[in-house]
């Protein structure tokens, strides 16, 4: 009778241990979106999420490393909206709360994976107050609940900082009477930083958790260590487009997806590729021509600052594509190409062994059309976002609205499979030549 007691415990124990292992989410990494039920991406938010930017560059990302995979992004952002349900007092009108539409959005969209980022409009404006973080907390648990209940996996993202240095005349001290987005709290920014830090918790819970706060930040105190009138948002509130590709690479990090857009090595003295898709290589007197084919790069935006490169290590990060060649002679080479040819970087024996990342050199052949291509899914996102907006419905007044739904849709579906099947293959019919000159 004793031995049957503790035998039924130890099963017990066994199937909380079992319930609690299925319970418990797992962090969503690349892997996890590309699993055969998930690639359906559904982006919740308030304006920031709306403009839809950093959404369009992850695309970018997506489309360009992983040309065969039937991604498809999804922006729901509302501006003005919470997940809260608290709106200021000076607010025109209640702040829309993203559990009005939520269930409707699941419903219809049947997300695989779904990115959420509030906080920005959550504090309204005011000084920190442990009651609205409560309310914020109390939303946030209940839409991961709703998001899981239907199937998906939840992804969610902190804040955008609230940048004062643009806005500062417009900005009020604590004990002022009431605040709002047009008068804010002089130290807003410490509140989101609350709210984030509140975010980062959940990772202790299995979440993956995107401090777009905290990257943001880092961006602009490397940049203004050399512009320090530099801001990211012109009313304190919004990210400009180097803003949002801050965000977009801080969502890429935190998906752990790898940094090589392709690649392709030749032995100097087999006179071949030994990998990747180049096919020709020709050695002459003290240079070598290589010619070579693969996949495009992420796609830019011509509107991001200067530094962003540096700073970010974008190229390091996301966008290497190394030209291996081993066996050279030591010394350093020269890289020629384009018509009329000209000098794009120099690069050393010893560099080329490892790999050189083309990445890094501008106007290349084997990247023509790929700005163009970030272009079209930014123009892309804009207009489905807004179909998809005024499908599923919502009780913001003034938010465009655009008619036509399953036309655009039936559209944007047929654009994608096109840019897929382009992509795919382009990296057999697109090459770069190069002539490699030794100047030492």
């Known amino acids: 009778m004793v031995t049957s007691f503790y035998r039924w415990w130890i099963r017990l124990g066994f199937a909380l241990v079992l319930v609690a292992m299925v319970a418990r989410p797992c962090s969503a990494d690349l892997q996890d979106l590309m699993k055969p039920k998930g690639r359906k991406i559904l982006f919740l938010g308030d304006s920031n999420t709306y403009t839809g930017l950093y959404i369009a560059y992850v695309e970018g990302y997506l489309r360009t490393r992983f040309p065969a995979e039937p991604w498809e992004l999804i922006n729901l952002g509302l501006p003005s909206e919470t997940v809260s349900g608290l709106s200021e007092p000076d607010h025109p009108y209640p702040r829309p709360d993203v559990h ?25 404006y005011y000084p920190f107050a442990e009651k609205r973080l409560a309310k914020y907390k109390q939303g946030t648990e209940s839409l991961v609940a709703k998001i899981e209940k239907a199937g998906a996996k939840v992804v969610l993202m902190t804040p955008a900082p609230f940048d004062s240095v643009p806005v500062k005349k417009n900005l009020l001290a604590a004990g002022a009477p009431k605040y709002s987005w047009m008068k804010p709290y002089e130290g807003y920014d410490d509140v989101l930083r609350k709210y984030s830090d ?43 487009p180097t803003g949002h590709a801050v965000i977009a690479f801080e969502i890429l990090r935190e998906l752990k997806v790898p940094a ?7 032995k100097f003295a087999a006179g071949k590729a030994s990998r990747g898709k180049g096919g020709a290589f020709e050695v002459m007197k003290n240079s070598t021509r290589v010619r070579f084919t693969g996949n495009w790069l992420m796609p830019g935006d011509p509107r991001w600052h200067p530094q962003l490169d540096k700073i970010e ?21 020269e890289i020629v190409a384009g018509k009329p040819a000209k000098n794009v970087g120099t690069a050393t024996a ?43 419905g919502h009780k913001r007044p003034g938010t465009p609205r655009l008619g036509g739904f399953a036309k655009i ?32």
């Open 100 to 124: 009005e539409r939520v269930d409707r959005a699941l419903a219809r969209i049947k997300p695989d994976v779904v990115f959420i980022c509030y906080g920005m409009n959550d504090g309204i």
């Open 198 to 240: 509140y975010l980062l918790t959940w990772r202790t819970k299995g979440y993956t958790v995107v401090d777009a706060h905290a990257a943001v930040h880092r961006f602009l105190k490397a940049l203004r260590m050399k512009e320090p009138k530099y801001t990211i948002s012109g009313d304190g509130i919004h990210p400009n």
């Open 260 to 266: 090589e857009a392709d690649r392709v090595e030749f």
């Open 313 to 333: 290590h974008v190229q390091e990060r996301f966008n290497q594509w190394p030209l291996v060649i081993r066996g050279l002679p030591a010394g350093k080479y």
């Open 350 to 392: 010893a560099e080329f062994a490892k790999g050189v990342s083309i990445g890094r050199f501008h106007d290349l052949a084997i990247f023509a059309g790929n700005e163009k291509l970030g272009a079209d899914i930014r123009a892309r996102q804009q207009k489905t976002g807004l179909a998809w907006l005024t499908e599923i």
């Open 409 to 440: 849709i039936a559209a944007d579906a047929k654009e994608r499979a096109e840019l897929m099947e382009m992509l795919r293959h382009r990296g057999q019919g697109q090459w770069q030549g190069f002539l490699i000159r030794r100047i030492d």
